[in-house]
């Protein structure tokens, strides 16, 4: 890629501010790659996930918005959300898996794999206070047997009011494996 007119950014403090569900090595493996200013940019995240080595590539085309400009981006669409969301990283001695995302200009989620020895509500409690320090304020939770809920309302840059619900849940006959789910809305 280098031969070809790409260049490593070195101060990528646009592509790190994003948030969401992280691991706590994500950061600082994560390379980021850029065509131009404008972009395509590109960011290649390795992690080790049950000894196997899984590679995330994010691709970034937006020339308005894009990981490589010097100024910060403003909000375009779904692929910002995560500008949002406070960094969640996976408790000590945990880790995250199979990290997805999608949505629209209103509407966006993020789904994860966790594997942990810690109980579901010691799980949903770790994350509670990750999204409280972000500044997000918890206005409704609950639980079943195996499903812990709440409901969180944000304020983004630009004063629009978001709302969000974070899931947890055990996956079926395993001892030590979760589903975590954001789903995330503007108003």
Known sequence: MLNQGWFEREDDHN???????QNRYETSLTKLFCHSEQGPSLAVTPSIVAEVTEVKLSLNDDPDNGSCLIEPPRFRGYEDFSVFIPRLLPPDEATFSS????????????SVSLLADLDLAAIAAHFAIQLEQGGWICRDQGQGESLIWSFWTFQTVENRNGQATFLARKKLETSSQYLLDLLLELA
């Open 15 to 21: 592509f790190h501010r994003s948030g969401g569900f």
């Open 99 to 110: 990290i997805r995302s999608g949505g629209d200009r209103e509407d966006y989620y993020q």
